[in-house]
Nanobody, 116 residues
Framework: QVQLVESGGGLVQPGGSLRLSCAAS????????MSWYRQAPGKERELVAF????????NYPDSVKGRFRISRDNAKNTVYLQMNTLKPEDTAVYYC?????????WGQGTQVTVSS
């Protein structure tokens, strides 16, 4: 059974940091590119970070570049999102996604709220 389980969300003050984790099971993790997306209320889901299966290539939109960092540990079947210098506009539900050649999986999401 395929599972992607996000954790690490919560309430943080502006300027603070959070580290999200996404634990994967049920598929060959290292063969899948991994991404983090977020969706704020009333907005479309947007990509915030991408990493290849080998972890050698990452990509970020301008809105988070320099503040967010994606990484993965293929031995632990886990992908991470380090988020620094958080802003109120980063408030959203954050999802991880696994994309392989023939299949795609999503986690259930974890809430991140940036507020004073």
């Amino acid at each position: 059974q395929v599972q992607l389980v996000e954790s690490g969300g919560g309430l943080v003050q502006p300027g603070g940091s959070l580290r999200l984790s996404c634990a994967a099971s049920g598929f060959s993790f290292s063969n899948y590119h991994m991404s983090w997306y977020r969706q704020a209320p009333g907005k479309e889901r947007e990509l915030v970070a991408f990493i290849t299966g080998a972890g050698d290539i990452t990509n970020y939109p301008d809105s988070v570049k320099g503040r967010f960092r994606i990484s993965r540990d293929n031995a632990k079947n886990t992908v991470y999102l380090q988020m620094n210098t958080l802003k109120p506009e980063d408030t959203a539900v954050y999802y991880c996604k696994a994309r392989g050649q023939l299949s795609e999986y999503w986690g259930q999401g974890t809430q991140v709220t940036v507020s004073s």
